[in-house]
Every structure is written in structure tokens, then in C-alpha cells.
């Protein structure tokens, strides 16, 4: 078993995957202030609880982007595994061919996310990563990452919503029931559930105008399931897209 780590602004998705399958998945929250002992006891703590042994584990590797907190984690990683934790970053060999401006501006856990995506589905792709901020990165039908779209994520939209309005208050995200919201809380949930939906829509059909191509879009990140149901396009879901990515890549460096 492959353990990985995802290090997001927000959380630290922690898992466990084979060839077989994904032995499991948790969420820690990123706290740029914890010590490594305190990071390695919340690893031990999510292995305790998946009834996972240790000895189980064959390797270990970590994205981030946050870079702040990337050698504490690995040092509590290796702590618990006493196995040496690879880290991917610039130079890592992911047989991706990255077409941007500054390769290596591309965040870590979007290049996992191709990497797996170019693996198990048909190109010319998009993948569309609803975390802290949504992301959307385009892969022709040469394999090569041409570049993609950044955006507020969800919570991060509600949040600002909130704070900068006196007279709106956090909100939910229940299904509003209706696009024309009858009360400020509905006209709320309205506005980010559809109107995030219609931005993806909107966007994606904008991409593969410019393309000239059709756009096979794959959807991952905590916020994904929120709002998938609202968009008018079919999209497909892939809750372990990074998890798949991240293995490849260690599989490839090793």
C-alpha cells in the first residue's frame, strides 16, 4: 500500500491505495502552526481509526501547496512510517508534458490530478478541482498540460459573501429548491449552487470553443458533489482522482 498525502490550504487529504483498491481516505485540518509530533499523532490517530497497521504501508509520498508546512509533514510522515517520503515537486518524473508559461507554477496537486486523469480517461480532457479555490487545467490530445482556469472555490465565495455584506449571514449548502429564491438565504444557496454550476458550464463550453475539440471534464475536490447536480453538462466524478495520480507518480520515481 501506497500512503499519500495531499496538503491543501484548507485540509490534509490522508490515504491509502494498491493496485487493488483505496484501503481508505481522510481529511485532517492544515494548521500552519502544528509541530511535526503533532501532525504525526493526527497520521497515527486516521491510521488507528481505519484499522490500518503500519507494516502495511510500502511507501509514502506528499503534494502540497502549502509550502510552509511540506517538510514538517514529511518529517511526521517518515516519524510514524520510518520510511523515506517522497515529495513531488519540479523534476519529479510524471510523463506529463506541461505547455505553460512556468511549469513550474503548476500546483502539485494539479499535476496528480492529470497524471491520473491522462491515465484512465479519453483525451482532450479538462479536470475541474473544487478545493480552497476551483481549478480547471486542459489536457490536449497530445497529453500535454496547455493551461486552465483558477477561481474562488465555494466555501471561499459563501465566506467572502458573508464577511462583506453586514446583512448576510453564513448559509448551508442545502439545495434551495428553486433558481428564483423567495427569502435571502434561498437567493444565497441559488447564487452559489447554480450559479457556480453556470460558471463551469459557461467556461467549459469556452474552452473547447477555443480548443475546436469536445472536452471529456472529470470533477474531483471536497466542494465537487455540492454542485455537480446543478450543471447542465455531463461531468464525471472521481473522488480519488488525486489519490491515483499521486501513486502513479510515486510508482514512476521509485
Known amino acids: 500500500m501506497i500512503f499519500v498525502v495531499d496538503i491543501g490550504n484548507s485540509n490534509i487529504v490522508l490515504g491509502g491505495i494498491d493496485d487493488e483498491k483505496i484501503h481508505f481516505i481522510g481529511r485532517i485540518a492544515t494548521d500552519r502552526k502544528k509541530t511535526g509530533l503533532a501532525y504525526a499523532i493526527d497520521i497515527k490517530n486516521v491510521m488507528d481509526i481505519f484499522e ?3 507494516s502495511d504501508v510500502d511507501g509514502c509520498i506528499i503534494s502540497s501547496v502549502v509550502p510552509q508546512i511540506t517538510n514538517t509533514v514529511k518529517a511526521a510522515t517518515e516519524q510514524i512510517f520510518r520510511k523515506e517520503t517522497m515529495v513531488l515537486k519540479a523534476g519529479s518524473k510524471t510523463g506529463l508534458n506541461i505547455c505553460i508559461d512556468d511549469p513550474a ?8 490530478d492529470a497524471v491520473a486523469a491522462t491515465n484512465e480517461y479519453p483525451l482532450p480532457l479538462a ?3 473544487m478545493g480552497t479555490a476551483t481549478t480547471i487545467s486542459v489536457v490536449d490530445a497530445d497529453r500535454r498540460v ?3 482556469a483558477i477561481f474562488p472555490g465555494v466555501q471561499v465565495s459563501i465566506d467572502a459573501l458573508t464577511e462583506r455584506a453586514s446583512k448576510l449571514n453564513g448559509i448551508s449548502l442545502e439545495p434551495p429548491g428553486n ?3 423567495r427569502n435571502t438565504v434561498d437567493c444565497m444557496r441559488s447564487g452559489i449552487l447554480y450559479g457556480t454550476a453556470a460558471m463551469l458550464d459557461g ?5 473547447e470553443e477555443e480548443l475546436g475539440e469536445k472536452l471529456t471534464v472529470i470533477a474531483t475536490g471536497g466542494m465537487s458533489s455540492y454542485i455537480l447536480s446543478y450543471c ?4 464525471i466524478s472521481d473522488e480519488y482522482l488525486l489519490l491515483k495520480g499521486l501513486k502513479l507518480i510515486y510508482e514512476k520515481n521509485v
Open 52 to 54: 490500518i497497521n503500519r
Open 105 to 112: 507554477e503548476m500546483g502539485a496537486d494539479r499535476v496528480a
Open 127 to 129: 479536470i475541474v478541482d
Open 146 to 148: 496547455i493551461g486552465g
Open 179 to 181: 433558481v428564483i429564491g
Open 203 to 207: 467556461i467549459l463550453d469556452r474552452m
Open 232 to 235: 447542465r453538462r455531463k461531468i
